[in-house]
């Protein structure tokens, strides 16, 4: 059985930074495509960026440069580094395996 848990989400104000953790049983991170999504209220689930097995990243536009994934692969656990957050930032932060397998996610709140 697949399990995600996301955890480090919290209220921060903009500017701010925050470090979100993704650790997983069930399943390899490092064999698989491992990303973070966010849903603002009203609107649909979104990328926000996602890692590869061979390491590739890539980023939604309105992140690069702010937000950095990584991956852990001794601990199985997946972080996004999010630095000089900013109010639209403001979700819930799934973390997703493969877009099948999926946490029950944190919620970030950046005020002004």
């Known amino acids: 059985q697949v399990q995600l848990l996301e955890s480090g989400g919290g209220l921060v104000q903009a500017g701010g930074s925050l470090r979100l953790s993704c650790s997983g049983s069930?399943?390899?991170?490092?064999?698989?495509?491992m990303g973070w999504y966010r849903q603002a209220p009203g609107k649909q689930r979104e990328l926000v960026a996602r890692?590869?097995?061979?390491?590739?990243?890539n980023y939604a536009d309105s992140v690069k440069g702010r937000f950095t994934i990584s991956r852990d692969n001794d601990k199985n656990t997946v972080y996004l580094q999010m630095n000089s957050l900013k109010p639209e930032d403001t979700a819930v932060y799934y973390c997703?395996?493969?877009?099948?397998?999926w946490g029950q996610g944190t919620q970030v709140t950046v005020s002004l």
């Open positions: 069930g399943i390899i991170f490092s064999r698989n495509v």
């Open positions: 997703s395996a493969n877009t099948v397998y």
């Open positions: 890692i590869t097995n061979g390491g590739n990243t």
